[in-house]
């Protein structure tokens, strides 16, 4: 595993010669040995595409390559930091919530639409999330950002997790998301989080969520 935790706000880096890393712009807090750090104009992993893809939403994250021989220590804006380990799986975030990630992983952009129909869509604008969420696949970790600390709750078949929208990080796995709610679509209007709606997750895989309603 490349990241070290440090305490619930800084991780540690290793960087070695022929690997690169990501991270978002001003996330480096201090570094050791021979490393470099050099703005990264498309997207990481993800190419062009994915890099408009999030532009055109108005949700673009610059993201800094890393590279070198050396430790590097990370933390932004003294979030809580949690670090998912993937093992050939897909981890779904927001762009903003990321913090360092291995350049092994390949990087992606999701429309939300994609996942729920105009649902997802509805996801996006009432709750605040963006409609272009970021996909990051393959073996290795990555680092997000959170308000005080986080929380991996697993999702299996047959027993679906509700969580907050507001409160919702990341989640991977085969795993399907909707907005449900009890309430009419009039009751909802005005209202700003959390109990007039939720975000219903189900299938298969794991969801991670803060102890907070804060956006970062």
Request: charged fraction near 15%.
């Given at each position: 595993?490349?990241?070290?935790?440090?305490?619930?706000?800084?991780?540690?880096?290793?960087?070695?010669?022929?690997?690169?890393?990501?991270?978002?712009?001003?996330?480096?807090?201090?570094?050791?040995?021979?490393?470099?750090?050099?703005?990264?104009?498309?997207?990481?992993?993800?190419?062009?595409?994915?890099?408009?893809?999030?532009?055109?939403?108005?949700?673009?994250?610059?993201?800094?390559?890393?590279?070198?021989?050396?430790?590097?220590?990370?933390?932004?804006?003294?979030?809580?930091?949690?670090?998912?380990?993937?093992?050939?799986?897909?981890?779904?975030?927001?762009?903003?919530?990321?913090?360092?990630?291995?350049?092994?992983?390949?990087?992606?952009?999701?429309?939300?639409?994609?996942?729920?129909?105009?649902?997802?869509?509805?996801?996006?604008?009432?709750?605040?999330?963006?409609?272009?969420?970021?996909?990051?696949?393959?073996?290795?970790?990555?680092?997000?950002?959170?308000?005080?600390?986080?929380?991996?709750?697993?999702?299996?078949?047959?027993?679906?997790?509700?969580?907050?929208?507001?409160?919702?990080?990341?989640?991977?796995?085969?795993?399907?998301n909707k907005l449900s709610t009890a309430l009419g679509w009039r009751d909802m209007v005005g209202r700003g989080s959390g109990e007039a709606f939720q975000l219903e997750l189900s299938g298969s895989g794991a969801v991670y969520v803060q102890a907070s309603e804060e956006k970062l």
């Amino acid at each position: 595993m490349p990241f070290r935790e440090i305490n619930s706000k800084m991780v540690e880096a290793t960087v070695v010669p022929g690997q690169k890393m990501f991270s978002q712009r001003g996330a480096m807090l201090a570094y050791r040995g021979e490393v470099s750090f050099t703005p990264n104009i498309q997207g990481g992993q993800g190419g062009l595409m994915s890099m408009i893809g999030r532009r055109v939403a108005n949700e673009a994250t610059p993201l800094m390559t890393v590279e070198g021989s050396g430790t590097v220590m990370f933390g932004h804006g003294g979030h809580h930091i949690q670090v998912i380990n993937l093992a050939g799986d897909t981890l779904y975030v927001e762009a903003d919530r990321l913090l360092a990630f291995d350049g092994t992983l390949q990087q992606g952009t999701m429309f939300m639409g994609s996942q729920g129909g105009v649902m997802g869509m509805v996801r996006g604008q009432v709750t605040g999330q963006g409609l272009f969420t970021t996909t990051l696949k393959g073996h290795g970790a990555v680092a997000v950002m959170a308000h005080g600390g986080v929380i991996e709750l697993p999702i299996t078949p047959g027993r679906e997790v509700h969580v907050d929208p507001q409160a919702y990080v990341a989640h991977h796995g085969d795993v399907r998301n909707k907005l449900s709610t009890a309430l009419g679509w009039r009751d909802m209007v005005g209202r700003g989080s959390g109990e007039a709606f939720q975000l219903e997750l189900s299938g298969s895989g794991a969801v991670y969520v803060q102890a907070s309603e804060e956006k970062l």
